[in-house]
């Protein structure tokens, strides 16, 4: 991949209310042009945080956004290049005055109730409850009240693994998205894999020449579970596997699996990109973090092919 260009997935969600449709478009419109500019919605989500829209388009019947994040007061570290001491102390810079450093993205296209996301430090939850209190701050009092932000899934595959059964289910898991801390792991993928992060981890730390974050980053784990005997094996393990493919699929964007393939009792492998309406793309570097241009063009492309494949409405 060239230097200028990074890899990103973008999701396919829909946003819902009371398990109902929720046109997120129409109301994020109305809220833009009561807070027309980027001061105006800025809003703080606790812990420091401030995420505000920094870019905004209406093209094509679609609403493009780019929020960002930031931690006013937030310092950067800092090095030594070439130090010829032993050990080299960080530093701390402040940005420029008038300026803040930079700490997250994130990027939505909306069509209605469809909405397309795609993650660069701003989580899809965190985006949601963004919004939710922007329209709170632009006096949209009815459509404040929350909504949320569903996967959406390939329902033929969805069936496939119904009708024939899970023989086997692969997961591929950044190793470094293991090793988040207890606190952090809510589902039972998390809890059940973070203990593996624990152990990589320790073993990492015993090499000093290994920066632990870094080796993390850097590793993927692949664990696969399978039944013994395929369909000979018990009901209760066939109901087990079942339940735990069912259970991966539930599982929303922010689950330390990044990718998993499923294979039915017929040998039929299912990926996790054809049962989740998500796609892979290169969109172009900026600084530190990505190009908004780049990941909307990327965006608008995916949900012209998401169209094309009557997948809307699945």
């Given at each position: 991949?060239?230097?200028?260009?990074?890899a990103?997935?973008?999701?396919?969600?829909?946003?819902?209310?009371?398990?109902?449709?929720?046109?997120?478009?129409?109301?994020?419109?109305?809220?833009?042009?009561?807070?027309?500019?980027?001061?105006?919605?800025?809003i703080?989500?606790?812990?420091?945080?401030?995420?505000?829209?920094?870019?905004?388009?209406?093209?094509?019947?679609?609403?493009?956004?780019?929020?960002?994040?930031?931690?006013p007061?937030?310092?950067?570290?800092?090095?030594?290049?070439?130090?010829?001491?032993?050990?080299?102390?960080?530093?701390?810079?402040?940005?420029p005055?008038g300026?803040?450093?930079?700490?997250?993205?994130?990027?939505?296209?909306?069509?209605?109730?469809?909405?397309?996301?795609c993650?660069?430090?701003?989580s899809?939850?965190?985006?949601?409850l963004?919004?939710?209190?922007?329209f709170?701050?632009?006096?949209?009092?009815?459509?404040?009240?929350?909504?949320?932000?569903?996967?959406?899934?390939?329902?033929?595959?969805?069936?496939?693994?119904?009708?024939?059964?899970?023989?086997?289910?692969?997961l591929?898991?950044?190793?470094?998205?293991?090793?988040?801390?207890?606190?952090?792991?809510?589902?039972?993928?998390?809890?059940?894999?973070?203990?593996?992060g624990?152990?990589?981890?320790?073993?990492?730390?015993?090499?000093?020449?290994?920066?632990?974050?870094?080796?993390?980053?850097?590793?993927?784990?692949?664990?696969?579970?399978?039944?013994?005997?395929?369909?000979?094996?018990?009901?209760?393990?066939?109901?087990?596997?079942?339940?735990?493919?069912?259970?991966?699929?539930?599982?929303?964007?922010?689950?330390?699996?990044?990718?998993?393939?499923?294979?039915?009792?017929?040998?039929?492998?299912?990926?996790?990109g054809?049962?989740?309406?998500?796609?892979?793309?290169?969109?172009?570097?900026?600084?530190?973090?990505?190009?908004?241009?780049?990941?909307?063009?990327?965006?608008?492309?995916?949900?012209?092919?998401?169209t094309?494949?009557?997948?809307?409405?699945?």
């Amino acid at each position: 991949m060239p230097a200028d260009q990074t890899a990103k997935t973008v999701y396919y969600l829909r946003a819902r209310r009371d398990d109902q449709p929720f046109d997120l478009q129409s109301i994020a419109k109305r809220a833009r042009r009561k807070k027309n500019n980027c001061a105006a919605t800025e809003i703080e989500l606790g812990g420091g945080d401030v995420v505000r829209i920094q870019h905004f388009s209406n093209s094509n019947g679609r609403t493009l956004l780019h929020l960002t994040r930031y931690v006013p007061g937030v310092q950067a570290s800092t090095l030594q290049p070439k130090a010829t001491t032993a050990e080299d102390d960080e530093g701390a810079q402040p940005p420029p005055r008038g300026k803040e450093f930079k700490d997250g993205d994130c990027f939505l296209l909306l069509k209605e109730h469809h909405v397309l996301y795609c993650g660069h430090g701003i989580s899809k939850s965190k985006a949601s409850l963004y919004l939710s209190q922007l329209f709170r701050e632009a006096e949209l009092h009815d459509e404040s009240s929350g909504f949320d932000l569903v996967p959406a899934s390939n329902l033929d595959k969805l069936q496939l693994i119904q009708d024939h059964g899970v023989k086997s289910i692969q997961l591929a898991v950044g190793a470094f998205d293991l090793s988040l801390p207890k606190a952090r792991r809510t589902s039972w993928i998390a809890k059940s894999l973070g203990t593996l992060g624990d152990e990589l981890g320790a073993l990492i730390s015993k090499d000093q020449s290994l920066t632990k974050q870094k080796a993390l980053e850097d590793l993927i784990v692949n664990v696969e579970i399978k039944l013994d005997g395929n369909t000979r094996a018990i009901q209760s393990s066939q109901d087990f596997i079942e339940d735990l493919a069912e259970t991966v699929l539930d599982d929303d964007t922010e689950t330390p699996v990044s990718e998993f393939t499923i294979v039915t009792q017929k040998n039929e492998r299912i990926t996790s990109g054809e049962i989740r309406l998500q796609t892979g793309v290169k969109v172009a570097t900026k600084d530190n973090s990505v190009s908004h241009t780049s990941v909307w063009d990327e965006m608008g492309t995916y949900f012209d092919q998401i169209t094309q494949g009557n997948l809307l409405e699945q």
